[in-house]
């Protein structure tokens, strides 16, 4: 058993977004995505995986597969790894998106 806390991995930066590993278990990985004002999730999928994410804090817009998704504290969403992700932090706050990949068997 293991416990952490998210808030110990809220880091931000002014270059860019931050990605924060808090368990890697061979097929599931959980991360904190930290984005400020302005930053921005490039599009992509995560083939063969489910795809897992809560938001901890702030607000903004999800696209997934070109479908725009208004995201604020406390919404779930869950993805295939087939269907392409992008986001962007839209307000003036700081984001942080919790994520677990869950890789599938083939």
Sequence with gaps: MEKKSIKAYQEFSEKRFTKRVIFN???STAFVLNFLPGQMLPAHKH????????VVSGKG?????????EV???DLIHTSG????SFFNTSNDG???YVVLNKLSK
């Excluded at 083939?47 to 809560?54: G, I, K, Q, S, T």
């Excluded at 817009?61 to 998704?69: A, K, N």
Aim: avoid cysteine; proline fraction near 3%.
């Design 95 to 97: 984001v942080s998106l």
């Design 47 to 54: 083939p063969d995986a489910e795809v897992y994410l809560f």
């Design 82 to 85: 087939d269907e392409e992700l």
């Design 72 to 74: 604020t504290e406390t």
């Design 61 to 69: 817009t999800m696209i997934i597969d070109g479908r725009e998704l």
């Design 25 to 27: 278990n061979g097929n």
